[in-house]
């Protein structure tokens, strides 16, 4: 792992390491405190620094220049990567830890100490309206973000729910300029508009944009959202100009144009369009800017409601870490040394980043269908931003669970988005944009684990009738090829294939055939769940047995070394396989997708050859040779746990009678993926799941199933643990609890022995008590009897 020596005294400074306790009384913990932005945000973790409330819609960070070399004419997905040393601009949306090549980034405004003589977007302007950025000079915390840039501009932001508001400081002696970067979005954009008022300090216009992972499908590389933004300042200042492409218009008032997605589906050079106002030299500025995806009108609306007139920067940096406190708040830990409690806050922080507000303060939201919505009754909000392969995992659980209306705005959210798309569920929407991404089903087991986990204000009938509907009916998206393999347009590719042979065939459409097998058994898996809960009995059973259609793909003659979840010919014939290869699997070898069948462990366990041979299989999966850890970079063989494909594999020990080894496993992947450094996060955050598995992970337990509220038990991370959740209140205590100690001895729950490695779904619900005991050798007995329950295809 390469890690800049430069870094070391910079991240010094910025890493937050006092020890603390947890006061009894929520208010007075200053959370935020323990957090540190800047983790994950290098080594692909793609999270951003800048200012933003949890799950907001605007977010005011750094979009940074490129790395030499660097493919794409930005620094990071997310706008921030910390080894680059250059600024072009501040965007007013951002998106945190995604994969490809970023998206959102939203109207970048970059002051400046120089005369606009070239046009911004003319690649003879190079990093000309750049500045260097030294973390030396650079701050930030929840809700807040400064930074001292090297053109003397001192730089401060803060940020509500639907608004931006900023400070610009200038030196003196040089031109006070800020640009507005209307058109360069981080993967581009179709078109965008400027227009500069003087007399009322308002600058105003919008973006259209989209082509989230379009550089992978010239098929998919489109537009589809447009921001509107309104921007108010308050000091005078003077009609710099407007610019398109090339061509600079000194005065101009009005201008606009788009960068285009070029001929490799990233803006080309010499593209672009924008306008620049000129204050006083050594002017402080201050701006407040409204943003919205319905019109104008919106922006203006959210702006007056959010930070009118007279709003103060320091007034808004301290409402954001008001709302960061209380829901930080919710988990209250005790104990742990300071980068133990600050990477646990960071990544709970992380974790409730995403999805974004939608939805305007009058409620209204723009759909996919084009059109104005409201609200749904009983519906607080609209989110947007859903990374459906990545959260169903853990992260919607850990949302819900704190937040039960949330999550049930989030169901609610996606069942709007896919009736105004058609009766399409998309597996990863960018604001109203269906972009396919990923592969799989994640929308039935996203829905049944909100419901699961408390998440009971959405249409559940109306949600399961769709969900049904689009699980086996193929339309003619399902039959389409369009966009495959990695954006496919049909909610479950190739479905009459599914329907027919009952796994997904080699050369099906889609994106890794057996992987897209593995995924569709669990949306089943979900369906059945949600079909319990709508009353559809007979449903339910149809898809449950769909849900172990996953040894159709289980050839016991994989390997010499013994049988594997293969790709399968359409003829029912085995093509030539390595389960080191990723053919046929996504982001993942055959070794590392063996393990995906979360729901029914004990299925796969039998498949195996039983509960020895099992143990003895994810030994080799999670150890080398030599006996050491191979829980990250050690190869196809082995597990991958900075990504989604094996995350649930260490806590499958529980299932075989060892769960001691789900102990100290999960322990190591811990300390060895997650660190109190910019490195911390090894891979993409993908909109915080993968900090959801290291918050569930800290606390001892883990949501295995998905579309349930059982919970696998492992060992917490600390002394004690307090969750506040409407309703109920969990509390966890481990005695001896250390990163060096982490196995268990025995648990009590609710003051009573346990010798279970899990906990039933209504503990979630009702709440209680688990009083661990932990110790540093492994006890041999403990939870190897009462193993937890599996949900096989009979129902």
């Known amino acids: 792992m390469y890690r800049p020596l430069l870094l070391a005294a910079s991240v010094a400074l910025l890493m937050p390491s006092a020890q603390a306790e947890a006061p009894t009384e929520r208010e007075t913990v200053d959370l935020a405190a323990e957090v540190n932005v800047f983790i994950g945000t290098t080594n692909g973790g793609n999270v951003y620094p800048g200012a933003t409330l949890p799950f907001g819609m605007v977010a005011f960070s750094p979009e940074q220049t490129p790395l030499p070399g660097k493919r794409f004419p930005f620094a990071a997905p997310g706008g921030y990567e910390w080894r680059a040393n250059g600024v072009r601009g501040f965007s007013l949306t951002h998106v945190s830890g995604t994969g490809c090549a970023g998206a959102s980034g939203d109207i970048p405004m970059m002051p400046i100490t120089t005369a606009v003589e070239v046009s911004p977007s003319s690649p003879q302007a190079g990093v000309q309206y750049s500045a260097l950025l030294d973390h030396t000079d650079e701050h930030a915390s929840p809700g807040a973000y400064a930074a001292k840039l090297g053109n003397g501009v001192d730089v401060a932001l803060g940020a509500s729910a639907r608004t931006a508001v900023g400070r610009f400081a200038y030196p003196e002696g040089r031109p006070a300029n800020l640009l507005i970067r209307t058109s360069d979005s981080e993967v581009g954009s179709t078109a965008s508009s400027i227009h500069i008022d003087p007399a009322t300090r308002t600058v105003s216009g919008s973006v259209t944009s989209g082509n989230f992972c379009g550089y992978l499908a010239e098929d998919r590389r489109e537009s589809y959202y447009t921001l509107h933004f309104v921007a108010r300042f308050d000091e005078p200042f003077e009609v710099g100009g407007t610019w398109r492409d090339e061509t600079l218009s000194k005065g101009a008032v009005d201008g606009g144009g788009g960068t285009t997605y070029g001929t490799r589906g990233h803006p080309p050079a010499g593209r672009g369009a924008g306008g620049w106002i000129q204050f006083k030299e050594g002017a402080t500025v201050n701006v407040r800017i409204g943003v919205s995806y319905v019109d104008p009108a919106g922006a203006r609306a959210n702006l007056d409601k959010e930070s009118p007139a007279g709003t103060s920067l320091e007034a808004t940096q301290a409402a954001a870490r008001r709302a960061w406190n209380d829901i930080l708040g919710q988990v209250r830990i005790t104990g742990g040394a300071g980068d133990e409690r600050t990477v646990f806050y960071t990544a709970l922080y992380h974790a409730l980043l995403e999805p974004n507000l939608y939805s305007d303060v009058d409620g ?51 069942l709007n988005q896919a009736e105004q798309n058609g009766g399409v569920w998309d597996r990863w929407t960018h604001l109203t944009g269906a972009t396919g991404v990923m592969n799989g089903d994640p929308s039935p087991p996203s829905l049944a684990a909100i419901h699961a986990f408390g998440g009971r204000g959405f249409d559940l009938e109306r949600a399961y009738a769709s969900l049904k509907r689009a699980a086996t009916v193929p339309t003619e998206k399902d039959l389409s090829r369009r966009g495959c393999p990695i954006l496919c347009v049909g909610q479950r590719p190739g479905l009459d294939a599914w329907l027919k042979l009952h796994y997904m065939p080699v050369d099906a459409p889609g994106w890794g055939t057996a992987s897209d097998t593995l995924e569709l058994v669990a949306a089943d898996f979900g369906l059945s769940e949600l079909a319990l809960a709508a009353g559809d009995k007979a449903g339910a059973k149809l898809f449950r047995e769909r849900s172990g259609w996953w040894r159709n793909l289980f050839n016991p003659q994989a390997t010499p070394d013994g049988g594997y979840i293969q790709p399968r010919n359409a003829d029912g014939s085995w093509p030539a396989f390595d389960p080191a290869s990723d053919e046929g699997f996504v982001e993942g070898s055959g070794a590392q997708y063996l393990w995906m069948v979360p729901f029914d462990p004990a299925g796969l366990i039998e498949k195996l050859g039983g509960a020895q041979v099992a143990a003895q299989r994810l030994d080799a999966f999670f150890r080398t040779p030599d006996g050491g850890w191979a829980v990250t970079k050690s190869g196809p063989l082995h597990a991958e746990l900075d990504n989604e494909p094996s995350i649930a594999a260490p806590w499958l020990y529980n299932f075989v009678g060892q769960p001691w080894k789900t102990q100290d496993t999960v322990r190591a992947a811990m300390r060895q993926i997650w660190t109190n450094t910019p490195q911390g996060i090894s891979g993409n955050d993908d909109l915080g799941q993968m900090s959801s598995w290291y918050v569930w992970s800290a606390l001892g337990l883990y949501p295995v199933y998905p579309g349930r509220a059982e919970l696998a038990v492992g060992s917490p991370l600390f002394p004690q643990v307090v969750i506040e959740r409407p309703g109920a209140r969990i509390e966890i205590r481990a005695r001896n609890a250390a990163p060096d100690v982490p196995y268990v001895q025995s648990l009590q729950v609710d003051g009573k022995a346990s010798d279970q490695a899990w906990l039933p779904a209504d503990f979630v619900k009702r709440g209680g008590t688990l009083e661990f005991d932990l110790g540093k050798a492994p006890n041999q007995h403990w939870g190897t009897q009462a193993l937890p329950p599996s949900f096989g295809p009979a129902l």
């Open 364 to 414: 209204r939201y723009l759909g996919f269908d084009g059109k104005a919505h409201r609200l749904a009754r009983h519906q607080r909000a609209q989110y947007a931003n859903f990374s459906g392969w990545d959260v169903y995992r853990s992260q919607l659980q850990l949302v819900t669970l704190l937040d039960p209306q949330r999550g049930s705005d989030i169901a609610q959210s996606l």
